[in-house]
């Protein structure tokens, strides 16, 4: 798509950012730090009852958030037209705050691969806790697809994530990999099990039921 | 018997499923198409099929959109 087909703002943002005299360029790189500082701010203020940082630490992360997305400046020849330039923008500060946050709960709780607790895992599924022998069933089930059908790799990943509970943009970092990688990794162990447990009689083959074991 | 069912839908996979690295490119495209009260999941099932699926994107997903709405 041409710039001629860009509306009036994004084609004026395109124009400022790109404009050889550095008054009028430098201005609109404040106004565009300013504007992804503030999605910033409210992105991290709309996560912040799920997270385990508020305040001045919080915000600390919006900044850092908002200056790596200044980065898209060497990006603009990317940018097709198919949005408004704005919303094209703060795609990438919205994914920089993601990543700060994965970032920020592996530094400050690591990320453990141990078995761990396959007790927790029951609840995870929201199974009611005075059903605890149909919890106990599901733990031992899934636990034998785990160790039956996946990967070691896929194994540790479905430990950390699933039954230790660590948020899947911390393990991207600890692993030093994307969140593409490791959904698909996830998305192979989550095929096999469900095949190993419908094949076992746990689940039903074409819908949500649940088949006695 | 219900019990099992949250498992099953987690377990479950659509290969319809594009994965994070398509479903991101497109987000802001798809955003606005939701934004301006388009049918997004029609045209781009496969990125719909992937933020129903995906907890972290569509949590990007959300923060876009309301980013967007804050907009208009």
Known sequence: MSVKTLDGESHEWLRALGCARDRERNAALARLHEMLLRIARAEVRRRSPSVDISGPELDDLAHQAAADAMAITSKLVTFRGESRFTTWAYRFVILEVSMKLGRHFWREHGISFDPGDWDRLPDRF???????AEGRDLAAAVREAVDGELTERQREVFVAIIVNGAPLDAVVVELGTNRNAIYKMMFDARRKLRAALVANGYLGANDARHVDG | MGEWSALDRFLHTDPRDVGCEQAMAILHVYVELIAHGHDAADRYEGVATHLAACG??????????AAVRADN
């Open chain 2, 56 to 65: 972290p994107c569509s949590e990007d997903f959300h923060g876009l959109l």
């Open chain 1, 126 to 132: 929201g199974i009611n806790p005075a059903h605890e």
